[in-house]
């Protein structure tokens, strides 16, 4: 993994409600109802459920999902007029294994 990924990464989890949405995808089942259009995680979380579940506002957790997908740490998939989130796991097994390795 590049210096540049790691800082992007870096960025997107220097916040405490980051660090929280990736510890909650971690098991959706257990932190989130499923979406009412689906009924399941196969796709992730619906942003709208997280930004519930954070107490925050829509524009905020727009941003901070949108961070983190751009840093990898998130797949984001659109059904109709929802977007879903979940873990990118290969992206964030990586960066924990470069930073072992690294430091």
């Known amino acids: 993994?590049?210096?540049?990924?790691?800082?992007?990464?870096?960025?997107?989890?220097s916040n405490?409600?980051?660090?929280?949405?990736?510890?909650?995808?971690?098991?959706p089942e257990g932190n989130f109802p499923p979406?009412?259009?689906?009924?399941?995680?196969?796709?992730?979380?619906?942003?709208?459920?997280?930004?519930?579940?954070?107490?925050?506002?829509?524009?905020?957790?727009?941003?901070?999902?949108?961070?983190?997908?751009r840093a990898g740490l998130l797949i984001s998939t659109r059904h109709g007029k929802w977007t879903y989130f979940k873990r990118n796991e290969k992206v964030i097994k990586e960066y924990l294994s470069t930073l072992h390795q690294e430091l």
């Open 35 to 69: 979406h009412k259009d689906l009924g399941h995680f196969n796709d992730g979380v619906c942003g709208q459920n997280i930004q519930i579940k954070s107490g925050l506002s829509q524009p905020t957790i727009s941003h901070y999902l949108s961070g983190m997908h």
């Open 1 to 13: 993994m590049i210096n540049k990924r790691i800082l992007d990464i870096n960025k997107a989890l």
């Open 16 to 27: 405490a409600t980051r660090i929280n949405i990736l510890k909650w995808l971690k098991d």
